[in-house]
């Protein structure tokens, strides 16, 4: 019943920055672990980051710790990843995914899952 829909990603050269966000649908937003997942071509879907429901506490990947931060908002049902120091191997599709519980690293965790919005960084 929750549809997740990820927005903002794009083509940034090496060194810029850029913020992903995600929509998602229904009342209980408040009460889901949100988190972010990326699929790079050829390479299988890994953990960015993942914020709890009230958005106090987060964990991230070793690869984009102290780069990027996760946030959401939940009077606006949103979510957020702003990622700094881009490179280019943090390209990807980038993937927003929701959860009723603790949070999670691992994709299997998530029950709800947004369609996708594709991050490529330029050397």
């Known amino acids: 019943q929750v549809q997740l829909v990820e927005s903002g990603g794009g083509l940034v050269q090496a060194g810029g920055s850029l913020r992903l966000s995600c929509a998602a649908s229904?009342?209980?937003?408040?009460?889901?672990?949100m988190a972010w997942f990326r699929q790079a071509p050829g390479k299988e879907r890994e953990f960015v980051a993942a914020?709890?429901?009230?958005?106090?506490?987060?964990d991230y990947s070793d690869s984009v710790k102290d780069r990027f931060t996760i946030s959401r908002d939940n009077t606006k049902n949103t979510v957020y990843l702003q990622m700094n120091s881009l490179k280019p191997e943090d390209t990807a599709v980038y993937y927003c995914?929701?959860?009723?519980?603790?949070?999670?690293?691992?994709?299997?965790?998530?029950?709800?899952w947004g369609q996708g919005t594709q991050v490529t960084v330029s050397s």
């Open positions: 995914a929701g959860r009723y519980g603790s949070r999670a690293v691992y994709a299997s965790a998530y029950a709800y």
């Open positions: 229904g009342r209980t937003f408040g009460s889901y672990v």
């Open positions: 914020v709890s429901s009230s958005g106090g506490a987060t």
